[in-house]
């Protein structure tokens, strides 16, 4: 399957997978708003995993021509749910559940690209 599709499908759909886990933690978050003991809770990525990605972690090259080395892919494993001490605030969990849903448009709008890229590929080799 990646030689159709490469590493970028599963990602996207990795990635997809996890916003909209996300986005049911942001929204219980914002219907427990009026509850007394109700602490946060947030779907992130694993420590680690954030730190390679956020290229804090350098990978050494043994070969110039070697391309730096990053995760190619995601699994539900790299992502936790976190509890958090602080009380729920709307305007905060308000614009964590817009930024998840660009981002998960994001992911939506890239895949459908990669298919409509397969397509025209199918249709051209006709």
Known sequence: MESLFGKTFNLLSTMMDYRSERNKVIASNISNLDSAD?????????????????????????????????????????????????????????????????MYNLSAELLARKFRGIKNILTEAK
Do not use: G, I, W
Not at 53 to 70: I, M
């Open 38 to 102: 109700y602490k946060t809770a947030d779907y992130v990525f694993k420590e680690n995993l954030r730190r390679a990605v956020d290229l804090k972690v350098r990978l050494s090259q043994t070969n110039e021509k070697h391309f730096p080395n990053a995760k190619d892919e995601f699994t539900r494993n790299d992502f936790k749910l976190v509890k958090s001490d602080e009380k729920a605030n709307l305007d905060k969990e308000m614009t964590n559940l817009a930024e998840n849903q660009l």
